[in-house]
């Protein structure tokens, strides 16, 4: 069975730092592109960060680019997410994705090419 369990999330100040881990299980690790996605208090969930199975290929959401780091460690079935530069419109659950693929796949609907998502972290940034 699949299972992804995030951690990390907590509070912060704007312009500070979090760390997300999400720890995967159930499946060879390194054969899945990962993604974090995240929902804000009464919207839709969006993708925000993907990487690929070899993690030689990574991509961003223009809102966080240049402010998060996506990154894995497939010897430790992990993906991390370092946010940095926090912002209040950061705030919500954050939830890590395995792929159907080896790739990223952007189609009109991306959330559609993931199978398992984890239970979320919550991330609130705030004074």
């Known amino acids: 069975q699949v299972q992804l369990v995030e951690s990390g999330g907590g509070l912060a100040q704007p312009g500070g730092s979090l760390r997300l881990s999400c720890v995967a299980s159930g499946f060879t690790f390194s054969d899945y592109a990962m993604s974090w996605a995240r929902q804000a208090p009464g919207a839709g969930r969006e993708w925000i960060a993907g990487?690929?199975?070899?993690?030689?290929?990574?991509y961003y959401k223009d809102s966080v680019r240049g402010r998060f780091t996506i990154s894995r460690d497939n010897d430790k079935n992990t993906v991390y997410l370092q946010m940095d530069s926090l912002k209040p419109e950061d705030t919500g659950v954050y939830y890590c994705?395995?792929?159907?693929?080896?790739?990223?796949?952007?189609?009109?609907?991306?959330?559609?090419?993931?199978?398992?998502w984890g239970q979320g972290t919550q991330v609130a940034v705030s004074t």
């Open positions: 994705g395995k792929s159907r693929y080896k790739i990223l796949v952007f189609t009109s609907d991306p959330l559609a090419t993931y199978d398992s």
């Open positions: 990487i690929y199975g070899d993690g030689n290929n990574i």
